[in-house]
């Protein structure tokens, strides 16, 4: 592993079933992100974690869920997908949580499709 | 509060012409600045970035950006574009006392003609 991956690279999904993204990361990075793209909207953070055992909202975090339980996976889940929930979803992961301009790096992205 | 405005949803250039993507930001506090690309089903990847050291960054691929605080602006550019530049460049604000929250742009879709 090199960097950031996350699985499933894609999928469709019936509303009201559960769902887990799931995203590692290999570079000893004690803050993870979540965030998801929308047209015309970039990037918005759903929820966030400064290192493992905590985490935080985001700017969108109604509808999921996150947990830290170690330093490499960062997972959001989905309890109950609902359409408005269709987006593409990157993780993404910086060595320090405080640092100004400390770099994110993301991963290749999860295009959800809630029907 | 912060925000940040990339002014142009779609540039379209031809190739070997200068590129210029337009972005202002707001911010109470001296911000951190990013441009990230993202080429079409990839993930992003960071071109530069401005943390109050030189207002002239230089960055990956022969693109820069000037921090002008007087404008509020962070416009990237590059003087001759070539057709791998075709991409999504997304504007990026953080505050100094927000540790990592980052606040995006709505993206520039940068096109290149033959």
């Known amino acids: 592993i090199a960097g950031i991956t996350q699985a499933p690279t894609s999928q469709i999904l019936a509303a009201g079933r559960r769902m887990t993204l799931r995203c590692t990361q290999d570079?000893?990075?004690?803050?993870m992100y979540w965030y998801r793209q929308d047209l015309g909207l970039g990037l918005r953070l759903i929820h966030y974690?400064?290192?493992?055992?905590?985490?935080g909202k985001g700017e969108v975090p109604d509808g999921y869920s996150v947990s830290r339980a170690n330093t490499d996976d960062f997972p959001l889940t989905l309890a109950s997908a609902v359409p408005s929930q269709t987006s593409v979803y990157f993780c993404?992961?910086?060595?320090?949580?405080?640092?100004?301009?400390?770099?994110?790096?993301f991963g290749p992205g999860t295009r959800l499709t809630v029907l | 509060a912060q925000s940040v405005t990339q002014l142009d949803s779609h540039v379209s250039v031809s190739e070997g012409t200068p590129v210029l993507l337009r972005c202002n930001y707001s911010?109470?506090?001296?911000?951190?600045l990013f441009w990230y690309v993202q080429h079409p089903n990839k993930g992003l990847q960071l071109l530069l970035k401005?943390?109050?050291?030189?207002?002239l960054v230089k960055g990956i691929n022969g693109f820069e950006a000037e921090f002008k605080k007087s404008e509020t602006s962070f416009h990237l550019t590059k003087p001759s574009a070539h057709m791998s530049d075709a991409a999504e460049y997304f504007c990026?604000?953080?505050?100094?006392?927000?540790?990592?929250?980052?606040?995006f742009g709505g993206g520039t879709r940068l096109m290149v003609k033959p």
């Open positions: 993404a992961s910086s060595l320090t949580s405080g640092g100004p301009g400390d770099t994110q790096y």
């Open positions: 570079m000893r990075h004690n803050a």
């Open positions: 974690s400064n290192t493992a055992g905590t985490t």
């Open positions: 911010s109470s506090y001296s911000p951190s």
């Open positions: 401005y943390t109050s050291a030189a207002t």
């Open positions: 990026v604000v953080i505050l100094n006392n927000a540790g990592n929250m980052l606040t």
